[in-house]
């Protein structure tokens, strides 16, 4: 099914299409870019180097995996929100009544009472751990790892490492260490997949099989926009992730600072978070970036929608729709004389019409608007709308000058936390510590 990007309303405000010209302009220079990047290796989620590796080695796995009822998964930012995303939106029926099928827990936080709640009342042996780290030293995973480690022992004794499988480097870090000294199963995180790339490898796919999912059409549709840009770089600048980052620039140079990601996909919300992150790790960096702002329809209607609408104007929106929803049940024809329209329309009406009228009151309300419109709500059609993401958000940061690829914000505030609990090797992080904590305090009570 064909999915696209729509544009008639893409430009309002004081935003106009010269601004994007500006950055559609620097297509080869990108291209160069990106053919050099895609032939060193550095972006492997355009590439998919891994797929023949993880085709080889997950189908094995997921006989004993899918006899179990649970999995826990350890893991936190990009190593859950891909996840989470797909469980929500192929998987729902763990979140209704009456569920009696496989179910996905995931630890992504550090909450002392929820995490001891599920190693109270899961069984291990109907348990799956999995424990996902790219650099195998991720403090809130490794924490967690250690106290499922104790937990599986105690119950399992020494067939405790059959219900524990590692994701994480192929060769080095804890994480390998591990998997070697007690012969757990290991699937592979590839070189230069950071995290917030990496739902369509296997910290996100191994998941979603156990789920059910179909892990290899989330591939297939990620392919279908991937392989295009690392097959032919010179096509990108007629490529939609391409147009979509220079749509984004241009935002930003007109002064918008804030992107509603508003999903009208109920079951798709979710990937709001997972856009959330992907964008601010991504390109939030010296200074520069527009903030992801998540929105759900219809629920956000009714709350935050009224300072999108009435609000600062310094906001652009991509909003996304989908074709072949479930419409659910008719209304009666015995409806109140007052609600008389409603009778014999489907529940799902309401969605569309609902989707349609906050998208015409953002537009007359002068928001910019892409709307990415999705032919169908399949494992490949979500596959195709994760990697055009990715790739915009890659391509966003290179025209921005930036380096979309790392977080260094975000990693001193994991050593001055490791500084905190103990860990020697920062000695800056260290005397920072010591200098935020000496200053007095000036508590108000209420």
């Known amino acids: 099914m064909m999915h696209t990007l729509e544009w008639s309303r893409a430009y309002a405000g004081r935003l106009q299409r010269d601004a994007a010209a500006v950055f559609a302009a620097r297509a080869p220079e990108l291209a160069r870019r990106l053919e050099t ?3 060193q290796g550095l972006l492997p989620f355009l590439t998919m180097p891994y797929r023949e590796r993880l085709e080889r080695e997950l189908p094995p ?11 826990l998964v350890l ?70 790892y250690f106290l499922c480690r104790d937990w599986l022992r105690r119950a399992l004794g020494e067939g405790w490492h059959e219900h524990m499988i590692v994701v994480t480097d192929l060769h080095k870090g804890f994480l390998r260490e591990e998997a070697a000294r007690y012969g757990l199963d290991s699937l592979e995180v590839p070189d230069n997949l ?32 991937a392989l295009p ?29 804030q992107l509603i990601f508003f999903c009208y996909v109920p079951q798709w919300a979710t990937y709001g978070p997972w856009f959330a992150q992907l964008w601010a790790e991504s390109l939030g960096k010296e200074g520069k970036g527009i903030m992801p702002v998540p929105a759900t329809g219809v629920t956000d209607q009714h709350s935050v929608n009224q300072m ?18 479930e419409q659910g049940r008719h209304f009666g024809q015995d409806l109140p004389e007052a609600w008389a329209w409603l009778r014999g329309k489907p529940f799902g009406a309401l ?25 169908e709500c399949t494992p490949r059609a979500a596959g195709s709308m994760m990697l055009l993401l990715e790739a915009a958000t890659v391509l966003t940061g290179w025209l921005m000058g930036i380096n979309p690829l790392d977080q ?14 103990g860990a020697s090797g920062h000695p800056r992080e260290a005397a920072d510590l010591a200098a935020y904590l000496a200053v007095a305090q000036e508590p108000e009570s209420f």
């Open 75 to 144: 893991g936190i930012g990009g190593s859950a929100l891909g996840a989470r995303a797909l469980q929500r939106a192929f998987a729902p029926g763990q979140d209704g009544p009456c569920h009696d099928g496989p179910c996905l827990w995931i630890a992504d936080n550090v909450c002392a009472a929820t995490f001891e709640s599920w190693l109270a009342k899961l069984p291990p042996r109907e348990t799956t751990v999995v424990c996902i780290s790219k650099s195998g030293g991720t403090i809130e995973t490794l924490a967690q």
């Open 194 to 225: 950071g995290g917030r790339y990496s739902a369509l490898s296997a910290v996100g796919l191994l998941p979603a099989a156990f789920l059910g999912i179909d892990w290899q059409a989330l591939l297939d549709g990620a392919a279908a926009v």
């Open 308 to 325: 999108f609408l009435d609000g600062q104007r310094d906001k652009g929106c991509l909003f996304v729709t989908a074709r072949g929803l």
């Open 408 to 421: 260094p914000a975000v990693e001193l505030g994991k050593r001055l936390a490791n500084t905190r609990l």
């Open 37 to 39: 990047e895609c032939a």
């Open 229 to 257: 840009l690392a097959r032919d770089p010179s096509c990108l600048a007629g490529h939609p992730a391409f147009h979509l980052a220079c749509w984004a620039n241009a935002l930003e140079s007109r002064g918008y600072s």
């Open 351 to 375: 969605l569309e019409a609902e989707g349609l009228g906050t998208r015409m009151a953002l537009c007359k309300s002068g928001v910019p608007l892409l709307h990415m419109e999705m032919g």
């Open 61 to 71: 796995l997921l006989p004993r995996v899918r006899a179990r009822r649970h999995m």
